[in-house]
């Protein structure tokens, strides 16, 4: 074999791979402070992972682990004092504001509301980064709002104000909103906040079936370590600014790792679908 | 599902200015001297056919030389303030937010009376002398925006709490300002208190008529080019971002062409107070609150349709 064909080979290998990994979080780094010439408030220290389109990953942690920080690092919104964050080959951070809507969606805990809205009009606001500013919107704008919400299991709230429905309701037209983006990329900050057990698992649900099915990676930051274990390809455990661990979460939902991270005493059995489960021992303490 | 189309948008023009063109009648005909409507139709007639010896004299005084104008100046300074107040308040994300309450009024107005203080002491050409008055209003206005927008910051992001109370706090010291200026300054300044009151009746020269009109149409025109923007801006600055508004261009835009209609619209009425508060939301009552082009039908909308025939209403014994 020539020297030749063997680096073709290696290009053909290295470009199947570049099409396989969609998200790459490279050793990136970011330190909130309040006044530069004083120590940071707070630091989030190197963190490295990858996504393949249709993977779910889960970010989790305790409070103030640097969670939301990495959310808001891989959103663009914020720019890593280190390392890089590729979507597609893409440094994040770099795109124009249109160009990262057009491929990364964002879903965060709240959606406040100035003056009321209706279901449609709320989701058709994700179809503005793929809009010229001046342009109406097209009937594919609108067949692409309706399907959102028919995928989110909304479609009868279409005409409803934003503020007449209940928690549940609200999160799934604010995912709509976020699918009629037809992003690459999906960013959830604790969608399930709020919600009740049923309301968790419909939205964790559609949440699977729709990275299965439009191929979307999705990144969410959640609390829920049962959930997060049942729906989750890969988990990201973090605590006070630091990566710990990624892996799939069989690797990493070990008992004493876990203990330390949420300081809570706490057991892991393998559950039924064969997925680790969580039980936090409260009141066992003496 | 019912999303605005070019189609909804032009009928709802369209009913805006057939109700503008009602009220301009209505302006026209009342005042102090009844005009019928007979009579106001057989001379715009006349008027329109050029044929000038019919027109009747009571045309010429008192429709020609001092309502139409007047009319057509509540018509500029009502939309545009409406535009402004409108911006302000997608911008700022807060109901409240107006010319008026920002201080902007104020400013514009502090600005216009130190180009009149100005104005005898630097030798201009007279178009230019009438244009520094306006001039004087807009970078008034864009100093007050500035001054009110640092002080509603907190921690790099506008808190719209403070902003308001900025905003407020501004109005009045340059309020206390211009009566200072009021209580030591002699000689005739059009009036002074006409800064603080707001008022339509003053004559105007020809080109800041032109100057007034190209001014909104640009001004406006730039809104409106952030008209979806400023929607998602309702929502919150991040938010907006993640949806892909380029934030600091849709803010830059907004200041700069919202301070320029404040700035044009105190310089020839005064600081007209609330128009850029209550109209649009009385707008969005109609016309519903995320409609996609807000910023259009409201120019058309908000010409301080009951504002003129009142104002002339009250004012009939002096001003036919």
Known sequence: MSPGSSHARHLAEAGRLANEIRLSVEQV???????????PLFTLEATSFQ???GEIVAILGPNASGKSTLLKLIAGALAPLSGRILLNGFVTHSLTPRTRAQRIAVVQQESRLLFPARAWEFVLQGRHAHGRSLRFESEDDIIIAKNA????????????WMDQISGGEKQRVILARALAQQPLLLLLDEPTLHLDIAAQIGLLD?????AAANRYTVVVVTHELNLAAEYADQVVLMQRGRCLRVGPPINIYQRELLEQVFQTPLTVELGSSGRPRVTVLAGTET | MRPLTLRRLLLQCFALLVILF???????????????????????WNVLLHQRTNISSDYVLIIQNIRLPR??????????LSVAGTSFQALLRNPLADPYVLGVSSGAGLGAILALIVEPHVTLSPVFAALLTPLGAFLGAAATVTVVYLLGRREGQIDSTT??????ITASFISAIIMFLMSTLTGNLRGLSFWLMGDLSTPLQKSVYWFLGIGFLGASGAIYTTASDLNLLLAGEKEAMHLGVDVPRVRLVVYIAASLLTGLAVSVSGAIGYVGL??????RLIFGCLQPRLAEPLPLYSRTRWRVPLLRLMNSPSAP
């Open chain 2, 278 to 283: 209550i109209v649009p939301h009385v707008m």
């Open chain 1, 51 to 53: 996504a393949r389109p």
């Open chain 1, 29 to 39: 780094s970011y330190a909130y402070s309040a006044n530069p010439a004083q120590a």
């Open chain 2, 22 to 44: 009602v009220v301009v009648v209505i302006a026209i005909k009342f005042g102090a001297v009844p005009v019928s409507l007979y009579a106001l139709g057989r001379d715009l």
């Open chain 1, 206 to 210: 559609a949440l699977r079936r729709l």
């Open chain 1, 149 to 160: 919400l028919a995928q989110v299991g909304a479609a009868d709230l279409s005409d409803r």
């Open chain 2, 163 to 168: 902003l308001l109370l900025g905003g407020v």
């Open chain 2, 71 to 80: 009319i057509l100046l509540g018509i500029m300074v009502g939309a545009s």
